[in-house]
């Protein structure tokens, strides 16, 4: 049991991934990689990528986090528990580019620049935990959430 269990306090931790969709700064270049690139796709001429196309990232959308911690708040099988919200797919830089250009029938030039530090080669989610113990896994697959943050954003900006 946690130290906050031990108190009498319920929690559940939730370990979020890359987590995107409708009401991201797309003004904040530091953000994430999908408000950074589509940001771009939209207003620059070229997209930067600092870094390999080949990084990888487990990109989840927000109704899936929000879905997530609904499932948690009132099952007493998550307190205690620490759970990964994410898809448990990894997405190159790559793969994100390109389904970004589709979901907003756009074509960008792609230009690398050097890396940026302490950014990591790739990361995803073991999403087993949460699926097994309350039935969770994320719904919406990358392409229709792109689609969703890719409309909003061409209203938001």
Wanted: aromatic share 8%; with cysteine.
């Amino acid at each position: 049991m946690d130290v906050y269990g031990q108190s009498g306090l319920r929690t559940t931790a939730l370990r979020l991934f890359n987590v995107y969709g409708p009401g991201q700064n797309m003004a904040n270049l530091r953000q994430g990689m999908v408000s950074i690139y589509l940001a771009q796709l939209l207003s620059k001429d070229v997209i930067t990528v600092k870094g390999s196309l080949d990084r990888f990232r487990d990109f989840v959308f927000i109704d899936d986090v929000v879905e997530a911690f609904s499932h948690c708040m009132d099952d007493e099988r998550s307190f205690g528990q620490v759970y990964n919200v994410a898809t448990g797919v990894k997405t190159t830089v790559k793969e994100l580019l390109e389904a970004l250009m589709r979901a907003a029938t756009m074509k960008k030039e792609v230009i690398i620049s050097g890396g940026t530090a302490g950014d990591q080669g790739g990361i995803y989610a073991d999403v087993g935990k949460i699926n097994t113990d309350l039935g969770f896994s994320a719904k919406t697959d990358l392409a229709k959430g792109l689609e969703s943050t890719v409309a909003w954003a061409k209203v938001a900006s």
